[in-house]
């Protein structure tokens, strides 16, 4: 797994490339340390950081300068720590534009961050391009109200500081889940939770509520672009489309949710239009 990651200091990395390494390796660990290792695994980030680096190639692949592109493909340390209106937080990964620099200021708002130096400043803040990246590998229906509460509490604190700052949600769940109690035997095999439509249902819309974010001055808690990344791992199928969902049941036939304007293809390109609209084009050359 760590090969593989400083490889990504060299080349892009897509998507299904990457899948199919989270698979390889959580049921590597599996079979040879059982549900405890798979557990270590996913806590140590390093499945996690293969996304991260999905994200920074498909950048890439539409033109942005590496060099501009903080942390840099293939390292998971070099966040900016980037200051909203009530607390500062690593953004996993951002877009530096090439026409401006930090300049430190000290904050004036009240809370944690009064009298805090903020090293970048409002102007560079509010024109990075940012991107956190979220994953849920098992019981992704547990704390649903807490994950998503967390998440659109984020991007309020950065648009209320920074308006115009174009921000994107990459959220990825998993819908077919690993046995837990074949993982503690070493054995692999999949589980699905009871009424997967509905939850799948309950995603789809509460991410769409906080999608496509156009005015600079309202809707402080959504974000310029989600992507909410469905995904099963028994048969490494990401779904795209409605009637991939339905098809498969992941959907109930008469839902009014959609994952058309979440789904993994407009994701990259909407969000370089909003910054392009907002701060004008060649930003990231």
């Not at 672009?225 to 339905?246: P, Q, S």
Request: net charge negative.
């Amino acid at each position: 797994m760590q090969d593989y990651i400083e490889d990504c200091k060299n080349r892009e990395v897509t998507l299904d490339e990457a899948l199919k390494e989270i698979k390889s390796s959580i049921e590597g660990v599996i079979k040879h340390s059982g549900n405890t290792g798979k557990g270590n695994l996913i806590r140590t980030k390093k499945l996690i950081n293969l996304i991260h680096e999905v994200v920074k190639s498909e950048f890439k692949k539409l033109g942005v300068n590496t060099d501009l592109i903080k942390p840099p493909m293939g390292y998971s340390n070099g966040e900016l720590k980037v200051s909203g209106i009530l607390k500062s937080k690593d953004q996993d990964i951002s877009l530096i534009p090439n026409d401006i620099s930090p300049t430190s200021e000290i904050l004036s708002s009240d809370g944690i961050l009064k009298g805090f130096t903020d090293e970048y400043g409002f102007s560079f803040t509010e024109r990075l391009l940012t991107v956190n990246v979220r994953s849920q590998l098992s019981s992704f229906a547990k704390n649903f109200d807490t994950l998503y509460e967390r998440t659109f509490a984020e991007a309020f604190n950065l648009h209320k500081r920074c308006p115009k700052m174009v921000l994107g949600e990459f959220y990825m769940i998993a819908v077919n889940e690993y046995d837990t109690e074949d993982a503690k035997k070493k054995n692999v095999s999949f589980t699905q939770m009871n009424n997967i439509e509905n939850h799948i249902e309950k995603y789809l819309l509460a991410f769409e509520a906080i999608n496509n974010r156009k005015s600079i001055t309202e809707d402080l808690y959504k974000y310029e672009k989600v992507c909410l990344l469905i995904v099963d791992f028994n048969t490494l199928k990401v779904y795209n489309t409605d009637k991939e969902l339905k098809d498969d049941g992941l959907l109930p036939i008469d839902s009014l949710a959609s994952i058309e304007n979440l789904n993994f293809d407009s994701f990259f390109k909407d969000l370089l239009s909003v910054y392009e609209t907002r701060f004008g084009t060649g930003k990231f050359n």
